[in-house]
């Protein structure tokens, strides 16, 4: 499809909406993180929010970090061991469990804000519980 390139959508919104529109239930979002345009990268986070709340499963990547959303419920991730992941935050999180991690949690509360879940480190693949609240799980899969 071509597009003007001065619109009123982004790309990656015009991509995501003919996705959705020929019926997608699940996204990958390729270099939708990092790259020279911040705004741009903060809009494909809460954009995928938006969708993990509407029930269409997106991941943003950008070949070297990855994001998900993380909406109430259990996570399994597929980590290697060695991998590093960070849960950042978005509102206050309640209950929050991490197992088959360096820094395991059991049902703790975190703060917007808080860094206490930056920078763990994957022993095998994480499990990651969260009774309310939303967050997004940041993976550098280049690390080991």
Same mark, same amino acid.
């Given at each position: 499809? =071509? ?7 982004? @790309? ?8 959705? #529109? ?8 390729? &270099? ?5 345009? =911040? ?9 995928? !929010?938006? !969708?993990?709340?509407? *029930? *269409?499963?997106?991941?943003?990547? %950008? ?5 998900? %959303? !993380?909406?109430? &419920? ?12 960070? $849960?950042?935050?978005? @509102? ?5 469990? *991490? +197992? #088959? ?12 804000? =808080? %860094? ?7 022993? +095998?693949?994480? $499990? $990651?519980?969260?009774?309310? &609240? ?11």
């Amino acid at each position: 499809l =071509s597009f003007p390139a001065d619109k009123a959508q982004t @790309d990656g919104d015009l991509a995501i909406d003919e996705a959705l #529109r020929r019926g997608a239930t699940r996204l990958v979002l390729a &270099g939708a993180l990092g790259g020279p345009r =911040s705004d741009h990268a903060a809009h494909h986070l809460t954009r995928m !929010l938006a !969708l993990t709340e509407t *029930v *269409v499963h997106t991941f943003l990547t %950008s070949g070297a970090e990855e994001a998900w %959303s !993380l909406p109430p &419920g259990t996570h399994v991730f597929d980590f290697a061991p060695g991998i590093v992941f960070s $849960i950042v935050a978005l @509102d206050q999180l309640r209950g929050l469990s *991490v +197992s #088959r991690a360096k820094w395991e949690l059991k049902d703790a509360n975190i703060e917007t804000g =808080s %860094s206490v879940m930056l920078s763990n480190v994957a022993q +095998s693949a994480p $499990i $990651i519980e969260l009774a309310q &609240g939303r967050a997004v799980v940041f993976a550098n899969i280049t690390t080991r």
